[in-house]
């Protein structure tokens, strides 16, 4: 490749939402004809530096070159005629339009051109699109393969491709795979963003590992292996902060009982998926967003349907319960958004503390019971509040969350499950919640904790199960749990799993 | 899925099976029901509804509602009635009315895009507000003795056909290809079918369901002027209840109320049926109390239908997403 061209340019931006400081002066560069892989994991800042490179949003500091001029006002129409294109992880078509509709709306040439050149791009690229079938007819594949066409047809010469495989068959991945040697061939820069390291290396160019709003590796692919990458996602030693550490116990499975015991189970987004949790035991449940760790907990809980498999909870048979008699069984689960499903932001705090034990009331309500409740909670969880009446909103995030805690610590359950606990908490509210899940382990409950967060995931968990697209083959002992292990095996490369090429 | 693109491509045929099945069931039973004559008469009777369903046609596809189109059409056919009646010129009663019309939906389009009332809500209050100051402007009175060459206007006719007939059924295919041919006019479905995505690609969302209120406001004040001079005379309570049929109308020709589908062909001869019913519960001797609970149980049957449809798309693809992401075996091999 004699002389190549440099397309973008990104010098030491940065950027930073509610005093938090999302990048730390990120440089990028991408020239013609490369494939650039962004790996990071979750809130690692790759989405706020695509967000940038499009014009969503305004970088704080650092500059954007792109075709060799620096750009001021910089926003998205800005973008798209300098041809940056983005193809979203979520393809946001119209699903009651045609394709030809969809490539044709919102384009200022006409629309006999844009269908011509339409075709001549999906004859190059060896597709097979019927322009007049409707979109809500394709498979998540081809609407990310009309989203790409959206982009070429606008002569894009930065293609930003979103994790594009996340959910494409093996099949479509090819095919993907196969369209972005073509358009590296014909010059067009390309920035793939994955978390799937084998991807990287079949396809990319150049590899750039983000952590932490920076960037740790940045280099070209051939000069890497897989460990290497793993290496730069992890934290330094240094930054860790040892201060804390907590009591962790490794349970003796001769003795102990088995709370809960999954085997085998399947479902939407999961498969053969085996574990168990013993009596006061912390498991924690590592892997990637996305990677069904939801989905499994949701199965378990009885809110979807499992495809085959078991859940036993103390010998009993619980698989195909509902929500309702789940709860009665003797699991809680604190969900992932707590805004969206955890809390009653409008009610008071008593009232959300009290939401699920009044369910064992009679018909009226006793208020003195609430309140009885309530104090009891608040002290035990030491829960800072100005009134029991206030609404629960008005608490703190850390707060909010000891409050759910308490609400289903009011029903007395034997298996708790948290997802992503201490998403959107503050540190302070962070070690107290972790501390929380210390003192219920010390009391006998056993607690399944989901989380993306590496750090809290292996200071808090005396087992880790990994889980790695929608499997589960490594579980991590006590003398096992380490950063990088739990790294390793939530990018599928851990020595002990199934190996993926 | 593909028994769900047929049914989504063939929405008006649908709806046009119907109003055949309607016509012969009916015809079956009563034989004076196929006359033409009466077909001829039941296409002039639902030419007040055709102008509206094509108007509130605007609204559902952006993804909203306008009930207020009773209100709108009884206070503009009343104020430029009393307007004629004093006198006035056939001219400026229409501008009248297409301003009352204009206005009124302006106003629901900025109270829906910039207050963000619900619009169910704000054509709601705009509806029982209309029907007062038309109560206030009339003094409570019907509005009678409207001129002679005005009510001719109704009665006259084209080769034989309606001449107003000709004007609204031209109109309907020109407004049809104006939504479905032309940039602008897709985007009012685009903004119904992902919000998003309009937003994203630069479609002025706002303006444009603004555009769809005005525009369904002043059908509601054609309708008002087509009502005045078939019928002679502007009780209190004309149009009261016309909302219901207009919608179950629009729904009945294959619009869709969560928004992005729909045509406004199919919404006129969904118009067609609505009013056909009405003449064919005469002819079948049933009561006509009976068409208001008619037309409301088929709305509600045509809607469950078309959310249990669409959910389960939802659904289906929810789980492909899922399930594709699982780690497959056989793949890697």
Known sequence: MGETKRLVKLDHIQKTFNQNKVLKGVSLEINQSEVISIIGGNGAGKSTLMKILTGVYKADEGSIEINGDKLTNYNPSIAHDKGIYLVPQEPLLFPNMTIEQNLTIGFHKKKQEVREAAKKLIEQLGWNFDLSRYAISLSIAEQQQVEIIKGLLRDSKVLILDEPTSSLTFAETESLFKLIEQLKNAGVGIIYITHRLDEVFQISTHAVILRDGKVTLKGKINEFTKEMLIQGLLPMDSEKDGSHSYEKCSVDRMKEEKILRVQDLCGDGFKNISFDVFKGEVVGVAGLLGAGRTEIAEAIYGITQVKSGKVILNGKDITHFRVKETIESGIAYIPEDRFLNGIFSISSISSNMTAQVIKKQKYFIDKQFEKKITDEYVSRLSIKIGSQDDEIRSLSGGNQQKVVIARILSMNPQLIIMDEPTRGIDAAARSDIYNIITQLKEQGYSILLISSDLEEIERISDRIYVIYRGTCNVCLDLEEINATNVMRAAFGTYKGSENYV | ?333
């Open chain 2, 1 to 333: 899925m593909s028994r769900l693109i047929s049914l989504a491509k063939h929405r008006e045929i649908r709806t046009v099976i119907f109003l055949i099945l309607l016509f012969l069931i009916v015809g079956i039973v009563n034989p004076d029901f196929v006359t033409v004559a009466n077909i001829e008469n039941a296409v002039k009777n639902s030419l007040l509804y055709i102008v509206l369903a094509a108007g509130i046609t605007f609204v559902l596809l952006t993804g909203e509602i306008d009930i207020s189109v009773g209100g709108i059409l009884g206070l503009s056919a009343a104020v430029s009635g009393m307007f004629l009646r004093d006198g006035g010129s056939i001219f400026l009663a229409i501008l009248i009315a297409i301003v009352i019309g204009g206005v009124i939906g302006l106003i629901n389009g900025l109270g829906v895009t910039k207050l963000r009332i619900s619009s169910f809500i704000m054509t709601l209050g705009m509806l029982e507000i209309a029907r007062v100051v038309q109560v206030i402007y009339t003094n409570g009175k019907w509005v009678e003795n409207l001129p002679k060459t005005f009510k001719e206007i109704s009665q006259s006719s084209i080769l034989g056909i309606n001449t107003l007939g000709v004007i609204v059924i031209i109109a309907v295919i020109l407004i049809h290809f104006f939504l479905v041919n032309s940039r602008k006019g897709r985007y009012f479905a685009a903004i119904g079918d992902n919000q998003d995505g309009a937003v994203l690609i630069g479609i002025p969302v706002k303006r444009y369901k603004v555009f769809a209120f005005v525009i369904s406001g002043i059908c509601a004040a054609v309708a008002g002027l087509i009502f005045a001079s078939q019928i002679g005379f502007i009780s209190t309570t004309a149009g009261i209840g016309i909302e219901m049929t207009v919608i179950a109308a629009a729904v009945l020709g294959g619009v869709s109320l969560s928004g992005g589908i729909g045509s406004v062909i199919g919404a006129s001869v969904g118009a067609i049926i609505m009013s056909s019913i009405n003449s064919a519960l005469v002819f079948l001797k049933v009561p006509a109390f009976w068409n208001s609970a008619i037309s409301g149980l088929l709305l509600i049957l045509i809607v469950v239908a078309d959310v249990l449809i669409v959910r389960r798309a939802n659904k289906k693809a929810n789980k492909e997403r899922l399930n594709a992401r699982v780690l497959n075996y056989q793949e890697g091999a």
